[in-house]
Nanobody
């Protein structure tokens, strides 16, 4: 069992930055690929950034490539999402997710554990 708790969301102006953190409980954190998903009102939940178990491989959705950076610290059981040059269209609830095969196919179906979500609002 892995429990995930996100923090770091909030309100920011367009062009600003935020860093999300996701703290995981349990001793098996390093066994899971980790991802950040987001969901805007009326839209599907989609992955924006994924990282493999060791942190050596990452994947980004085209909409955030070059602006967002995912990283992890297995010693601290934490995964991060650094978000720069934020745009109003980045406004959504951001969810931390864990799954053993999530780096292969970063979809909702491959998520074993979800965090509760944190709201990110970008004003224009």
């Amino acid at each position: 069992q892995v429990q995930l708790v996100e923090s770091g969301g909030g309100l920011v102006q367009a062009g600003g930055s935020l860093r999300l953190s996701c703290a995981a409980s349990g001793r098996t954190f390093s066994n899971y690929g980790m991802a950040w998903f987001r969901q805007a009102p009326g839209k599907e939940r989609r992955s924006v950034a994924v990282i493999n178990r060791s942190g050596s491989s990452t994947y980004y959705a085209d909409s955030v490539k070059g602006r967002f950076t995912i990283s992890r610290d297995n010693a601290k059981n934490t995964v991060y999402l650094q978000m720069n040059s934020l745009k109003p269209e980045d406004t959504a609830v951001y969810f931390c997710a864990a799954g053993p095969n999530i780096i292969v196919e970063p979809t909702v179906a491959n998520v074993y554990y979800w965090g509760q979500g944190t709201q990110v609002t970008v004003s224009s």
